[in-house]
């Protein structure tokens, strides 16, 4: 999901929660889109209050690929065309008024961005990442079976996995491996620019 879609239904999170009745059209309509998984949908489902499904639902949302936001919209049509056109107006007042580029809000001086970074870098950004740190990989190139063998080598060091793979990226585009590239793929994953203004400044 896109990152601003991400923001959106983070920001009016408890809105939504308050006002959509998650009953079968939304869920069955989503399920019918595969953006919902039979476990997911039964997950949802299973929760005891109107609240909580609709808690459920907003979790499992951001996770489930670039067009679940738009099914989502849809899904709002029928029943709930005033949650619709709440959210598309919030998106369309967010992009009208764009924030700063994420280098910018990082403030990562321009000379660093088109360098590689060094393995110093690489080893502080190792230290704060957490759980996202396999999908920045990922975004970065690397594959399932790379992952693994970062895992294999240093089964009970997070912070080794992780640095490996970040060496292996670097090595294996050499000067394509840039910190701007790296910042891109960071900003997927949701890493805040405070954490990256620790390891780049």
Not at 28 to 46: F, R, V
């Amino acid at each position: 999901m896109d990152p601003k879609h991400k923001k959106l239904l983070r920001s009016l999170r408890l809105h939504l929660a308050d006002e959509l009745l998650v009953g079968d059209t939304i869920v069955q309509y989503l399920y019918q889109e595969e953006i919902l998984t039979q476990s997911q949908l039964e997950d949802i489902q299973s929760e005891s209050s109107n609240r909580d499904k609709a808690l459920k639902l907003l979790d499992i949302l951001p996770t489930r690929g670039v067009s679940a936001f738009h099914h989502f919209i849809s899904s709002l049509e029928k029943e709930f065309p005033w949650i619709k056109d709440t959210l598309l107006q919030k998106l369309s007042e967010e992009e009208s008024d764009p924030p700063p580029p994420f280098t910018v809000q990082c403030g990562v001086p321009d000379h660093i961005l088109l360098t590689v970074p060094t393995t110093q870098h690489l080893n502080r950004l190792a230290e704060y990442l957490g759980p996202e740190w396999k999908s920045v990989l990922l975004d970065l190139g690397l594959s399932s079976a790379d992952l693994y063998r970062c895992c294999a080598d240093h089964p009970f060091a997070v912070q080794s996995q992780v640095l490996t793979g970040l060496v292996m990226w670097t090595q294996r585009n050499g000067r394509k491996a840039t910190v701007q590239r790296l910042l891109q793929s960071l900003q997927t994953a949701d890493v805040p620019p405070s954490v990256l203004q620790q390891v780049f400044m």
